[in-house]
């Protein structure tokens, strides 16, 4: 059964949902978990989370596959993925498989909410751990919460698709050898100012470059990027100041073993840039959503594929994955995780 809700107009906001898990860290260890109906939480004003930003997050979705599954992507990826970002806060790391559980349960106890198959909405999954005790002299909590609460959202091309307009920022979202390689709400609180300033002015996102240099492509504040040359071939910055992507990597998978597309992973000069025939964001929100433009103060680069669709190659990547991920196209093995009703 599924609820009343109109999924193909849902946004991307939150709804609350009926159940979510929780679990404290508490004297060196978690407790067992749980599920909760309470969607508040009740912490001390000195809490770290509040004084010290300590707090790392995940996202992922759950959806209804061709076949009437219920799956997730690659949820392993996400868990590895917090355990490094906990580790470089000096948090506690919750394990691997307890992840999975957590998004197991909240799944199956909010399954009303999971979106049909083809409406294109999906159950977004919102894993997070934050310092739960007080702290004011700078150092880490000692106690800690991990909730995994979950939340439907409609689908990202509602409008069809429309690419995208970016505009280089002058400001960086991470420092050299800071934390831009981590999923952490510092990363976020860092890029808002820009972000805003971005939208006042007209774009849709920044590009940010390496912050030492200001030459090289980095990423959004919330995307990787993907960009196809004149003769057909995928490249995509490396950096160690970007987040991974779970997306991007399982694109670059997909170029290689399902197109058959040269890819390179390699530093990539803005100066390059205008010499690209496409470009594209990854992130689980939109897989990819497409670059029209970029504006750096007086420079303009439009790119050939212009502001109306996707580029062919781009195109491919995305039909390709979200083939993958709806269960149309023979997944690699261990990227579709099925959640057992
Ligand atoms: C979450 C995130 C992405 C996208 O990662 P996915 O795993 O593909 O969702 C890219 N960049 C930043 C900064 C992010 O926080």
Redesign the pocket.
């Known amino acids: 059964m599924s609820k009343t809700i109109d999924w193909s107009n849902l946004g991307f906001a939150y709804m609350q949902t009926d159940k979510r898990y929780v679990s404290q860290y508490k004297d060196g260890a978690w407790d067992e978990g749980k599920l909760t109906e309470d969607a508040t939480i009740t912490i001390n004003e000195c809490a770290c989370v509040l004084q010290y930003a300590q707090t790392v997050f995940e996202?992922?979705k759950a959806y209804t596959t061709q076949d009437g599954r219920i799956v997730t992507f690659r949820p392993d990826?996400?868990a590895e993925?917090m355990l490094a970002s906990a580790e470089r806060l000096e948090m506690p790391t919750f394990p691997k498989e307890r992840f999975i559980d957590a998004v197991e349960q909240v799944v199956k106890a909010n399954v009303e909410y999971v979106p049909p198959y083809g409406s294109g909405a999906t159950l977004y999954l919102r894993p997070y751990m934050f310092g739960f005790d007080s702290v004011i002299g700078v150092k880490p909590a000692t106690e800690y919460q991990f909730r995994l609460f979950c939340t439907p959202v409609g689908p990202y091309f509602k409008d069809g698709v429309q690419p995208i307009v970016l505009r280089v920022s002058d400001l960086d979202?991470a420092a050299p050898h800071g934390t831009?390689n981590i999923?952490a709400g510092l990363?976020?609180a860092m890029s808002l100012h820009t972000l805003m300033d971005a939208h006042r002015n007209g774009f849709d996102e920044n590009m940010f470059l390496d912050p030492a240099t200001h030459t090289k492509v980095e990423?959004?504040?919330?995307?990787?990027f993907l960009f196809v040359t004149k003769d057909g071939k995928i490249v995509t910055p490396k950096s160690n100041s970007?987040?991974?992507?779970?997306?991007?990597r399982s694109l670059v998978y997909v170029a290689e073993h399902y197109l058959g597309l040269e890819v390179q992973e390699r530093e990539v000069l803005f100066s390059e840039v205008k010499d690209f025939t496409e470009c594209g964001l990854?992130?689980?929100?939109a897989v990819i959503s497409p670059v029209g433009k970029i504006v750096n103060h007086d420079e303009e680069i439009c790119f050939p594929s212009g502001m109306e669709k996707m580029g062919e190659t781009i195109q491919k990547l995305y039909d390709t994955l979200t083939g993958i991920q709806m269960g149309r196209i023979e997944a690699p093995e261990g990227w579709i995780h099925e959640i057992q009703k």
């Open positions: 996202g992922l990826l996400n993925r979202r831009g999923k990363n976020y990423e959004t504040g919330g995307a990787n970007i987040l991974p992507s779970i997306t991007r990854c992130g689980t929100a």
